[in-house]
T-cell receptor, first 113, second 114 residues
Framework: DAGVIQSPRHEVTEMGQEVTLRCKPI?????LFWYRQTMMRGLELLIY????????DSGMPEDRFSAKMPNASFSTLKIQPSEPRDSAVYFC???????????FGNGTRLTVT | QKEVEQNSGPLSVPEGAIASLNCTYS??????FFWYRQYSGKSPELIMS????GDKEDGRFTAQLNKASQYVSLLIRDSQPSDSATYLC??????????????FGKGTKLSVKP
């Protein structure tokens, strides 16, 4: 299995620009999570999908952030407009069943200047 | 607010010693607990899962769970320099709108000195 695939690995953009992060979960997994990691705040849950439906988006910082999962094999996290405080590593993770462990992608390192 | 607490460290142990990492959680109904290891610049990788009270051993790693005390720990025996990393405790929430969410502690940085 190829594991969870995220793209791009690195993204550098200017404040105000739109950023789109992409994720392909492990085939057959029905839950997908987006996390953001910073030194100060650790690994924060942004949003969680189950069977392509958003279950809990209470961790999404503000309206500038949006996430979609149009099908079982693809999800996007969009930031529009981006701000320097959005700079972080964004991880996507998936799992097959409730209570099973998550499998993480390699992450996207976002830098907003 | 459901929380998972860990000492941030750094925890420094000599090579060959036992490293003990601790975690407490606030959601009393949680049933699934995980330990992840994260090397600098890398993504978290699963080390152990534990679901029942007591100990679970896998090689040099032992996870311990006490649901009554809302406490989970990870012991690393015969610590090696390659074990130097940040260890993340994760808890699967049990109730309400957050059911199914996996919440992480901020991690404990472990340093194993040769």
């Amino acid at each position: 299995d190829a594991g969870v695939i995220q793209s791009p690995r690195h993204e550098v953009t200017e404040m105000g620009q739109e950023v789109t992060l992409r994720c392909k979960p492990i085939s057959g997994h029905n839950s997908l999570f987006w996390y953001r990691q910073t030194m100060m705040r650790g690994l924060e849950l942004l949003i969680y999908f189950n069977n392509n439906v958003p279950i809990d988006d209470s961790g999404m910082p503000e309206d500038r952030f949006s996430a979609k999962m149009p099908n079982a094999s693809f999800s996007t996290l969009k930031i529009q407009p981006s701000e320097p405080r959005d700079s972080a590593v964004y991880f996507c993770a998936s799992r097959g069943q409730d209570n099973s462990p998550l499998h993480f992608g390699n992450g996207t390192r976002l830098t907003v200047t | 607010q459901k929380e998972v607490e860990q000492n941030s460290g750094p925890l420094s142990v000599p090579e060959g010693a036992i490293a003990s990492l601790n975690c407490t959680y606030s959601d009393r109904g949680s049933q699934s607990f995980f330990w992840y290891r994260q090397y600098s610049g890398k993504s978290p990788e699963l080390i152990m899962s534990i679901y029942s009270n007591g100990d679970k051993e896998d090689g040099r790693f032992t996870a311990q769970l006490n649901k009554a005390s809302q406490y989970v720990s990870l012991l690393i025996r015969d610590s090696q320099p390659s074990d130097s990393a940040t260890y993340l405790c994760a808890v699967n929430l049990a109730y309400g709108g957050s059911q199914g969410n996996l919440i992480f502690g901020k991690g404990t940085k472990l340093s194993v000195k040769p």
